[in-house]
């Protein structure tokens, strides 16, 4: 038996220390080490040019805003400057000073050499909910330095096939947790085999599953469910669900850990400060390198078929959702609108939610 990571497991070492600065080798043809930007320090940076001058990896949505030509369609990789430091870096990958340096180039687009070790660095980033850009350096005898300095090193390209899956969840434990919703109510919290956060799944009341189940898939909001933020509808979206499944007596809250749209919360706050700076919900998630939306919406139909529900009634005002849901082989009966906590702080965020991503408000 052996007793060493899968490939799932490497993953999850991987970004871990990708979050604290410590790098990762990817192996293959080439086979590179990598650094996120957002966490490498000065001194480490300072090594790694000594030791294999790194190319710079970021996605085509922030090339775009930086108004560089993009040359691997979803990925670009630059050159680095000998005379730039790692401030000029950070600055190419981080939005925060756009508007008063918005002038970073120009910038020489590397045209040679595979950039898929490149689109897994910036995955990795992604999945860490760090900012998607990354240092990438080219070492032919990467696997030893790996084992040289302790470092978890992966073939580039079983990683690049395991990012793009689903992963595997377990419901762990299930308990009852009566609420003002209602006093008959259990909570089913499901773990990932990858390492990343739980999810959770709460029954309200008693459910028929021979008849569609109302259902709502909510993803997390830290700034709206718990603070009361005015700046989007998630809270008022969310209490308007349980409220409507305790007046039925019965339904499922998906709540899902995929805060800012699968950012991260830190990458939230940063698309709110670009926000401050005229920029909407899209432009600010471009402009950081991400899409529009980076949630995985399988995850709740995973966990639905996990508790035997095939048929829904989904709350929702996002098609996304229905469509994601029908795909993975959910059936949505019926779409019930959840159309609640417009103010005046939050026009032009909903506003941008119905023109830019298709929300029926």
Known sequence: MQFGPTITEQLGRARADLRMGVPIVLTGAPSVVVFSVETISADKFAELIKLAPPYLAITARRAET????????????????????????????????????????????????????ARVALALMKSAQLLPAALVSVLPNAA?????????????????????????LSDIITARLPTIASPQGKLHVFRPDNGSDEHYAMEIGRLNRADPVLVRLHSACFTGDVMGSLKCDCGPQLRAALDEMGAQNGGVLLYLNQEGRGIGLANKMRAYSL???????????????????????????????????????????????????????????????????????????????????????
């Open 144 to 168: 030893a330095f790996a084992k040289e300095h302790n470092l978890t090193a992966l073939p580039y390209e079983a990683a690049q096939t395991h990012l793009g899956q689903a992963g595997v």
């Open 275 to 361: 926000q401050d700076q005229g920029y909407d919900t899209v432009e600010a998630n471009h402009r950081l390198g991400f899409e529009d939306d980076e949630r995985d919406f399988r995850l709740g139909a995973t966990i639905l078929r996990d508790m035997g529900i095939t048929h829904i009634r989904l709350l929702t005002n996002n098609p996304a959702k229905i469509a994601m849901m029908e795909k993975q082989g959910i059936n949505v009966v019926e779409r019930v609108p959840l159309q609640v906590g417009k103010n005046g702080l939050n026009e032009a965020y909903l506003a941008t939610k119905a023109a830019k991503s298709g929300h029926l408000l």
């Open 66 to 117: 930086l108004k560089s030509f993009v040359i691997d369609q979803d990925v670009a990789r630059f050159a680095i400057p000998s005379d730039k430091t790692l401030a000029w870096v950070k600055s190419v990958a981080d939005p925060s000073e756009d508007l008063s340096s918005p002038l970073k180039g120009p910038f020489e687009g590397l045209w040679d050499g595979q950039a898929d070790p």
